[in-house]
Nanobody, 119 residues
Framework: VQLVESGGGLVQAGESLRLSCAVS????????MGWYRQAPGKQRELVAR???????NYADSVKGRFTISRDNGKNTGYLEMNSLKPEDTAVYYC??????????????WGQGTQVTVSS
């Protein structure tokens, strides 16, 4: 199973970015997808998560600005980020909880994509 992220970049405060996470490989289904971020010198933190039924949860710091979604047909997750702030600067990682062999759930990570917001 492979997760490939795209969409990061350098933007100014107040602008928007859309991250994508494409999941490929052999598996039965994706239970949940999430976006995490890690800023320099800080621990990795959950940004947003969406489960199979479409229920979402967000970090308080991004509520109202970020929207997580998924396209089950394309096995792809998205993170729409609006009104970006300098404190959103971090490496963003995609995570997927995937049902694989023997119907066990496995957790996979993408390679990360840099988001930099200038003031």
């Amino acid at each position: 199973v492979q997760l490939v992220e795209s969409g990061g970049g350098l933007v100014q405060a107040g602008e928007s970015l859309r991250l994508s996470c494409a999941v490929s490989g052999n598996f039965f289904s994706i239970n949940a997808m999430g976006w995490y971020r890690q800023a320099p010198g800080k621990q990795r933190e959950l940004v947003a998560r969406i489960i199979r039924g479409g229920i979402t949860n967000y970090a308080d710091s991004v509520k109202g600005r970020f929207t997580i979604s998924r396209d089950n047909g394309k096995n792809t997750g998205y993170l729409e980020m609006n009104s970006l702030k300098p404190e959103d600067t971090a490496v963003y990682y995609c995570n997927a909880e995937i049902v694989g062999n023997f119907y066990r759930t496995y957790s996979y990570w993408g390679q990360g994509t840099q988001v930099t917001v200038s003031s």
